[in-house]
């Protein structure tokens, strides 16, 4: 679910000719001074008409002069932060407006929903974050002091003080008045009436001077990069108070306790490698069973065993059987199977192939140890479906519990970690900064603040899923470390005061800390634009240097890149202006190819494009960026687990995969037979390719008619079938087809995505061989001096053993 934050940084704003509508906006900004001055949550659209009136005469004459108040008073609703009274039974145009009149003679009320409404009344903090959004999204800087002052929000020099003490009226109120924190309370000139606000501010700042938040210790303890890597591992997570926070339940979990508390006993195993999750599933389980709250942290470590009743069930829970000896492993197995209740073993993958083949010689003499890894191999290999248990499912022999194998390496932790990076955003430990010394100019909530501001979750995603695909799977554990690292640049709170120190003492016009930790700097494992050696420590950030991402795209993105307007081209979020005017600057220089990278970087992360116009070109930079030109569409097939493509979209689809193949197989593309060719071939191509052959035996083909293609909800991939015969479709072979099919030239296939295309071949010719009855007729391809492809057709007279030509 989005944030309320996200929820106001995604509101459709209509937008034409590069100007916004500024109706929503306005609307906004004066329901947000009512719930800042605490008035009702309902307001009546006589009074929200009066007030608007009045903001469009003085910062939007062009809406004032249209007289149309009532268009976002009803259009907002479609933003999921915005009530009507009685919205199902009033009359709409045929664009979806409310009629005016009715709003009038029936004094309708409407306003932010109740939840937003509680939430904001409760943390300022947060609705002047939004404010700031909305200010610097849609208005120029000269106006935000007077829009503030208009809807009765406090003007930018109060901010601070705002900040410090939420819910301060704009007149400031008397001192006896105020909800101040507690260290405040505590000087004893308040109690004596002698201290005024700015001396309180002051005296309340100075005392937390040495603030340390420890959220943002806890942060920098996941990754390795430091000296404190304690919260890295799920051992010390069971115990600490701000995992809960940041917990994204896995698929299976579900699936597990599930199995573990219904049906016949079983033994299932979690399985897969050191970071996977399986010591996490095992807690969440754990806790479940003894009925503890999900967000509560542990008093103590799980033990290697631990018993749990559910019911007249007994539940043992093996925390690592990794851990143990090689003897003890057997012996627990052998309780596991031969004792009464249910297990759940955690076990790395070696250890449990050794185990179990263990297992079997002592414990049944005679079974076919061999014959169990097999069947276990093959398990590993199942892609994790939900509702299909027995998919996983092992019966070994003379054993009665069944066998439940679940191997984590399967399951997409890319969704996983993208939902982790907005809960580490959104976590509660945040509001631990609130009365910092150096609050407003702090590098690690302006780093936050710049994430807020524009939804990259998607863009994050896509990064891991392009390294996934291309075998290069990474762990939750190193996902995460990586994330971690990202938010804070590896920067504890002593650092960031250092450097928002000296931004202060620039008046705010230079903000390195920022520049040093800025997310899409860190998390491509860069620091200003040059490789930050430390960062490549991670395991994420390493893999991620071998492709280089971020490099050129296209000569007129390059010079919107670097130009003075930095609106002409994508929208960046406000509190990046002042690093990316800088980089702009820079990236002007003789060498200031560096300086490109990293502005390249900032708009694949950060980038919207601002009009529909650019919405093409942005997405090839997208495509680019990633290097992997299908990977965006693949992303969308699999979320929406289906081929969301028209019938004449499918064609193109299929013939595109069949001209490859055709190139594949055969070495000559689709253009050039001289007719149009609707036939699949296989010839007797040498399999190394290292000669050019320029007539080929045919030895089978098809009619491409007889192709179809699909999705498989099982393993998450699309296809192209022939018969029984099922070519999967990974990235790595979607964007090779891609390429090939524009005439890109260079691009090669890794040996195991060939070999998925020489298996698909084989399985052709086995049918063809099925379906082919007459073995005295043969095609040859040969190709034309100008380069096209002839067809000849030869027949065989075995009676005269002769070769004739047809």
Wanted: hydrophobic share 35%; charged share 25%; aromatic share 10%.
């Amino acid at each position: 679910m989005k944030s309320i934050f996200d929820q106001f940084s995604n509101i459709s704003v209509y937008k034409e000719n590069g100007e916004y509508f500024l109706h929503k906006p306005l609307l906004l900004l004066s329901y947000l001074g009512f719930c800042w001055n605490n008035r009702e949550r309902l307001i009546s659209y006589n009074e929200a008409d009066k007030e608007l009136t009045t903001l469009f005469d003085a910062f939007y004459p062009a809406g004032s002069e249209y007289n149309n108040t009532h268009y976002p008073f009803g259009k907002l609703e479609n933003d999921g932060i915005w009530e009507v009274e009685g919205s199902s039974t009033l009359k709409r145009t045929s664009v979806g407006h409310l009629i005016k009149s009715e709003l009038i003679n029936f004094s309708i009320r409407a306003g932010f929903t109740k939840e937003i409404y509680d939430t904001l009344s409760e943390n300022k903090y947060l609705l002047l974050d939004i404010v700031s959004l909305l200010l610097g999204r849609y208005f120029p800087p000269e106006k935000h002091q007077g829009l503030r002052a208009a809807v009765g929000l406090p003007d930018a020099g109060h901010t601070r003080a705002h900040d410090i003490l939420y819910g301060v009226k704009q007149d400031m109120g008397t001192i006896e008045e105020l909800p101040m924190p507690a260290e405040a309370k505590q000087d004893n000139r308040v109690n004596d009436g002698n201290l005024n606000l700015l001396d309180m501010i002051a005296t309340f700042r100075s005392k937390n001077k040495d603030q340390q938040n420890a959220y943002i210790s806890y942060l920098n303890s996941l990754h390795n990069l430091s000296a404190d890597g304690s919260n890295a591992l799920a051992e010390s997570q069971a115990l600490n108070p701000y995992f809960d926070e940041l917990y994204v339940a896995f698929p299976l979990v579900e699936t597990v306790k599930e199995a573990l508390t219904s049906g016949e006993e079983k033994v299932i195993v979690l399985t897969g490698h050191a970071g996977d999750g399986k010591s996490t599933v095992a807690l969440d389980v754990f806790k479940h069973l003894n009925g503890y709250v999900p967000k509560q942290p542990l008093q103590h470590k799980l033990k290697e065993l631990e018993e749990v009743r559910s019911g007249d069930r007994k539940i043992s829970i093996v925390k690592d059987m990794s851990e143990l000896g090689a003897k003890e492993r057997v012996s627990w197995l052998d309780s596991a199977f031969d004792k009464p209740g249910s297990w759940l073993i955690i076990s790395n993958t070696g250890p449990l192939l050794d185990s179990l083949s263990g297992y079997v010689r002592e414990y049944h003499n005679g079974a076919d140890s061999g014959w169990i890894e097999n069947e276990v191999l093959k398990k590993l290999d199942t892609p994790y479906q939900k509702t299909n248990l027995p998919t996983h499912t092992l019966q070994l022999p003379e054993v009665s519990k069944p066998l439940v194998i679940l191997n984590m390496t399967r399951l997409n932790n890319v969704d996983l970690g993208a939902q982790v990076l907005e809960k580490m955003l959104s976590h509660s430990g945040w509001s631990k900064c609130q009365g910092c010394d150096v609050e407003d100019s702090c590098p690690l909530r302006k780093n936050r603040q710049a994430l807020r501001q524009q939804d990259i979750t998607d863009r994050v995603r896509w990064v891991y899923q392009r390294l996934t695909a291309y075998e290069q799977r990474l762990t939750l554990r190193q996902i995460v470390a990586h994330l971690a690292y990202s938010v804070t640049g590896g920067l504890d709170c002593t650092q960031a005061r250092t450097s928002a120190y000296d931004t202060q003492a620039s008046n705010g016009e230079v903000n390195v800390g920022l520049e040093n930790i800025l997310f899409s700097e860190s998390f491509f494992g860069y620091k200003n634009g040059e490789v930050n050696k430390k960062a490549g420590t991670l395991k994420a950030i390493e893999l991620i240097h071998r492709l280089e991402f971020g490099s050129p795209f296209a000569v007129d993105f390059e010079r919107k890149l670097i130009a003075n307007d930095d609106t002409s081209w994508i929208d960046l979020p406000p509190a990046l202006t002042p690093v990316a005017k800088r980089w702009r600057n820079y990236s002007r220089e003789a060498t200031g190819i560096r300086w490109r990278f990293a502005l390249r970087r900032m708009a694949y992360l950060y980038g919207r494009p601002v009009s529909q116009h650019e919405q093409t070109g942005f997405e090839s930079f997208l495509d680019n960026f990633l290097q992997a030109p299908k990977l965006r569409q693949f992303d969308r097939w699999q979320r929406k687990g289906e081929l969301d493509l028209s019938s004449s979209e499918q064609r193109a689809f299929k013939n595109n995969i069949l001209d490859v193949l055709l190139e594949v197989y055969s070495g000559f593309n689709a253009g050039q037979f001289k007719d149009s060719n609707n036939r699949l071939y296989l010839t007797l191509r040498r399999p190394d390719k290292a000669v050019v052959q320029p007539a080929q035996m045919v030895i089978a083909s098809f009619n491409t008619n007889d192709f179809s293609v699909g999705y498989d909800i099982h393993q998450q991939l699309p296809f192209l079938r022939y018969r029984d015969a099922k070519l999967m479709l990974s990235l790595p072979l979607l964007d090779y087809i891609q390429t090939c099919s524009i005439g890109s030239i260079g691009n090669q296939l890794v040996p195991i995505h060939l070999a998925q295309l020489e298996w698909f071949r084989s399985k052709l010719l086995k049918i063809s061989e099925h379906e082919t009855t007459n073995n005295d007729e043969f095609i040859v391809l040969s190709a034309e001096v100008d380069g096209t492809v002839k067809t000849s057709h030869f027949y065989i007279d075995k009676s005269k053993n002769t070769l004739e030509f047809v």
